[in-house]
C-alpha cells in the first residue's frame, strides 16, 4: 500500500497496490498490520457502514463528539465522489483548514479520517456506493454537524448539478457555533 500525506497530516490517503492482467485485478483492501504501521497507532474497527447515492447528494459534514468520538476508513467501490474532511480541533494548528480527495472506484483510494474531524462528500457520477469503517459505534446523541458550505472554511465543492442535503444537513451550524474537539 501507498500513504500519500495530505495538507493537514494526520488524515491520509491510502493507495492499494494493484494486480491485474487481462482478467481483470486484485488487491488488498485493508490489512490491519500495515494499517497501523500507516497510521502510527493500533486501530480498531467496530463497524462497517455502506451508503448509496446519486449524483449531487451531499452527505455531511458530520462527526461524533467524546467520548463517542469515530475515526474513519472511507472508499468509494462504485462510481466517484469528492471526500472532504474539516479540522475541528481547536488547539490543533490546522483548525478550520479541510483537504479534499475524489475517491473513486477507478482509483480505489482510501481516506483515513482520525477522530476530531468533520467528514462529507458529494457524488459526482450518477451514483456511487460509499464504504466506511468506523472505529466508535453510532451514537445518536453525540451525533454533531458543521454546515457543508460555510464561508469560514470555504470548500471548494466541485460543480455537479444541483445539490440533494438531508434536511439535517441543511441546517447545521457554522464552524463558530458548533461543538467542536478541545
Not at 44 to 49: L, P
Not at 52 to 80: D, E, I, N
Request: with cysteine.
Amino acid at each position: 500500500m501507498n500513504i500519500i500525506n495530505t495538507a493537514i497530516p494526520d488524515v491520509k490517503i491510502i493507495e492499494p497496490k494493484v494486480f491485474g492482467d487481462e482478467r481483470g485485478y486484485f488487491y488488498e483492501s485493508y490489512s490491519q498490520r500495515q494499517f497501523d504501521e500507516a497510521v502510527g497507532r493500533h486501530v480498531e474497527f467496530v463497524q462497517d457502514n455502506h451508503s448509496r447515492s446519486v449524483r449531487g447528494v451531499l452527505r455531511g459534514l458530520h462527526y461524533q463528539l467524546p467520548p463517542f468520538a469515530q475515526a474513519k476508513l472511507v472508499r468509494c467501490t462504485v462510481g466517484q465522489v469528492f471526500d472532504v474532511v474539516v479540522d475541528i480541533r481547536r488547539r490543533s494548528p490546522t483548525f478550520g483548514q479541510w483537504v479534499g480527495q475524489v475517491l473513486s472506484a477507478e482509483n480505489k483510494r482510501q481516506l483515513w479520517i482520525p477522530e476530531g474531524f468533520a467528514h462529507g462528500f458529494v457524488t459526482l457520477s450518477e451514483h456511487a456506493e460509499f464504504l466506511y469503517k468506523t472505529t466508535g459505534y453510532y451514537a445518536p446523541a453525540h451525533d454533531r454537524g458543521v454546515l457543508w458550505n460555510d464561508p469560514a472554511i470555504a470548500i471548494a465543492w466541485p460543480d455537479c448539478g444541483p445539490l440533494q442535503l438531508s434536511g439535517k444537513d441543511q441546517v447545521q451550524p457554522l464552524l463558530a457555533a458548533a461543538e467542536l474537539f478541545d
